[in-house]
């Protein structure tokens, strides 16, 4: 299994629509989650931390099952902007590595 | 402040040739990050340092070197270069599990 598994999509989504995806990681030890956000040839950028109890940052809410060990992203009112592919990121506590998924693409439709 | 610089943004380099990728950042973090991403896949770290003068191997590592001489440079160099060295290079940089990575290097070898 790998460490951190996304769907790579792509997502087609019409705009105003709501969207959530899932990020599955392998190592029950791990403390800290993020999702990045990466548009189509530049680098990826920080979108969001992820924390136990869950957080909200406007239009995004992120979510934390550590019994089954995935994070979530949901992106509700999606706008053309949204279009890029999302990231999740994970630290493997044991040695401090952080690992990134490969990243799910989302298409939001006009 | 720039945060982290990468040159160049592009270099097409033939089979065998060497060059260097240049990554600075000024904003006095310790530890810097080379990664590779190549299409539609993960990225993958190559070379990471704590520090001035430290210098650790990542997940791929083979073809590469690095220095760590100022705490604001971290060059990424490829000796002799092979097709399978074709890919988006990042370099970043981190602070409370926050990455700030630079534009990136698109090299080609041909």
């Known amino acids: 299994r790998k460490e951190v598994e996304q769907d790579p999509g792509p997502f087609n989504v019409p705009e105003g629509a709501t969207v959530a995806f899932n990020c599955t990681y392998s190592n029950s030890a791990s403390q800290s989650f993020f999702w990045y956000r990466q548009d189509c040839r530049k680098e990826p950028k920080l979108l969001m931390s992820v924390y136990s109890s869950g957080n909200e940052d406007g239009r995004f809410t992120a979510q934390l099952n550590r019994a089954s060990q995935y994070i979530s992203l949901l992106i509700r009112d999606s706008k053309l902007s949204d279009s890029a592919t999302y990231l999740c990121?994970?630290?493997?506590?044991?040695?401090?590595?952080?690992?990134f998924g490969k990243g799910t693409r989302l298409h939001i439709l006009p | 402040n720039a945060g982290v610089t990468q040159t160049p943004k592009f270099r097409i380099l033939k089979i065998g040739q060497s060059m260097t990728l240049q990554c600075t950042q000024d904003?006095?973090?310790?530890?810097m990050y080379w990664y590779r991403q190549d299409p539609g896949m993960g990225l993958k770290l190559i070379y990471y340092s704590v520090g001035a003068g430290i210098t650790d191997k990542g997940e791929v590592p083979n073809g590469y070197n690095v220095s760590r001489s100022t705490t604001e440079d971290f060059p990424l160099r490829l000796e002799l270069a092979a097709p399978s060295q074709t890919s988006v290079y990042f370099c970043?940089?981190?602070?409370?599990?926050?990455?700030?990575f630079g534009s990136g290097t698109r090299l080609t070898v041909v």
């Open positions: 970043a940089t981190i602070f409370n599990y926050g990455y700030t």
């Open positions: 990121v994970v630290n493997r506590d044991r040695d401090d590595k952080i690992i």
């Open positions: 904003m006095n973090h310790n530890y």
